[in-house]
């Protein structure tokens, strides 16, 4: 077993294969990355029928594990001990759980196929120290001290925070959010389909988790799916899985995420990005619960729970043909808009703890408490990122440790949109020059953008190239200047064209 362990890991821990070789439970060692390191003969045993060579063994975890990896980092930097997925094995899946090995960045993951199934646990209490921080540091802009309830008690006029799990917390302090919490929590129980709405970085999936934590009498994983990470072939075959043969290098078969999420939740991050043909297919889930593989002839049936959610105008989305109608009515059963941060002001006292909590732990540094005049500028900063951009200020904050540092950028970027948005009295207003930069830049990338889209018919690849900028930073540059795909014109018909020709290759 020695000479198929990876010369890498030999190197570091020498006695790693002859230790574990010796452990009856199947084993597996990955690094960060996802990189498959180790594998005990146990475990080859139960994950690969065909032997243990090196050509039949995958080459990152992420093909035999039902969660995303990220997921399970950051639970364990969070402070979770283990953290409980199933894996793909050549029976089928496979309880398991995965623990940090000891001053080392290895995780090792522990298989029970003997055991009961184990999953995610669902946290209901907070950490006395968060909790403490929160009712105790903090104020709110009227000066009075935050008054904070968990998730039992009368919480009809107190400060509300459940535990999600995952280092994630709802917060409900405006009256908004407490009448979204009290409705959410009300049909949780229900297997029902709920659509989120709202803009980019508001917190949807805070809400989707929410549900799913109250939901007791479903024992299945939240599993994350980002509908516009992938493209829709990749994305099909990511949801419903695929059998071996249905497509060149499907070389075994694989489960897709709604059976990794059966009877539990599975949660479709922007879902106007999928494709309209894969709308098609998700509505008869919908509808039945039933699917069938890429390839394959038998049906296959799952209880699962979906959210679905979008920053983008859904009406505007069915107007341009983008988003299938009777797709949207069959998830809008139970509808919740998320409002933005700008109109829940009662919730960033909460959040600057919270990530304030999270980030002097990660970078073991000692930033300031935040003084009232920082909390009230906070409060005034209108927040267009919403709860991400919040939360990238204060790590910024606790990285510089300058609370007048971080204290000018809220004032500029305070004025900077007060200056554009407000022009003054017959635009006689005096304004500060960084804000005046920072208004004529945006106002021609915005303009530079448009032009590149409209040469390029929406072709935004294409027009990353014009622009000489990565594709990356083209979609961030689109979301930030209000750039949405319900907005191309000619969306509709070329995704018809694109799908008419997938369809006429498929029957060749």
Not at 146 to 153: C, D, K, M, Q, Y
Not at 383 to 398: A, D, H, Q, S, T
Request: aromatic letters at 8%; a neutral charge; one cysteine or more.
């Amino acid at each position: 077993m020695l000479d198929q362990m990876p010369s890498e890991v030999f190197s570091l821990l020498p006695a790693l294969a002859v230790v574990f070789d010796e452990i009856e439970h199947p084993l597996l060692v990955t690094d960060r990355a996802g990189r498959l390191l180790y594998a005990n003969p146990e475990a080859q045993d139960l994950l690969w029928d065909d032997g243990p060579e090196k050509a039949a063994r995958p080459a990152f975890v992420g093909e035999i594990l039902g969660t995303e990896l990220e997921d399970v980092l950051r639970a364990l930097e969070a402070g979770a001990s283990s953290f409980a997925v199933e894996c793909l094995g050549a029976g089928g899946l496979i309880p398991a759980r995965v623990r940090r090995l000891p001053k080392s960045d290895w995780l090792l993951i522990q298989m029970s196929p003997a055991a009961e199934r184990e999953y995610e646990p669902r946290p209901t209490r907070l950490r006395e120290d968060f909790r403490d921080g929160l009712a105790s540091s903090l104020t709110n802009h009227n000066g009075n001290k935050v008054t904070l309830v968990e998730a039992s008690g009368n919480t009809e006029d107190r400060s509300v925070c459940d535990d999600v799990g995952e280092g994630l917390y709802f917060f409900a302090a405006s009256p908004v959010m407490k009448k979204i919490r009290k409705q959410m929590l009300r049909i949780a129980s229900v297997n029902v389909p709920v659509l989120i709405t709202g803009e980019s970085g508001s917190g949807k999936e805070v809400i989707a988790r929410l549900i799913h934590s109250r939901c007791a009498g479903r024992s299945g994983p939240f599993v994350k799916v980002n509908c516009a990470a992938l493209p829709g072939e990749l994305l099909e075959s990511e949801l419903f899985g695929y059998e071996q043969g249905a497509f060149t290098g499907a070389g075994r078969a694989k489960p897709g995420k709604f059976e990794f999420a059966n009877h539990g939740t599975i949660f479709l991050d922007e879902i106007a990005e999928m494709s309209t043909h894969l709308q098609s297919k998700l509505l008869h889930v919908l509808q039945d619960g039933r699917f069938s593989r890429l390839g394959a002839r038998q049906v296959t049936q799952v209880d699962v729970r979906v959210i679905a959610a979008t920053n983008v105008g859904v009406h505007e989305a069915i107007r341009q043909g983008q988003f299938r109608e009777d797709l949207y009515y069959r998830l809008n059963v139970v509808p919740c808009h998320l409002p933005p941060l700008r109109q829940r002001t009662e919730e960033i006292p909460m959040l600057f703890r919270l990530f304030l909590d999270r980030y002097r732990k990660e970078f073991g540094e000692d930033a300031p408490e935040p003084s009232a005049r920082m909390i009230d500028a906070a409060l005034a900063y209108p927040w267009p990122g919403n709860v991400r951009e919040l939360e990238n200020f204060v790590k910024r904050y606790v990285i510089l440790a300058s609370e007048e540092d971080s204290l000018r950028d809220l004032l500029d970027g305070t004025a900077s949109r007060q200056d554009v948005s407000e022009p003054g009295s017959n635009g006689h207003r005096p304004q500060n020059m960084k804000s005046l930069v920072r208004g004529l830049k945006d106002e021609a990338e915005t303009k530079a953008i448009g032009e590149a889209l409209r040469q390029t018919n929406w072709r935004r690849k294409d027009t990353a190239r014009i622009l000489g900028i990565s594709y990356k930073a083209l979609l961030y540059k689109m979301r930030q200047f209000g750039f949405s795909s319900a907005a191309n014109p000619v969306a509709g018909e070329r995704q018809g064209a694109e799908r008419g020709l997938r369809e006429t290759t498929v029957a060749n």
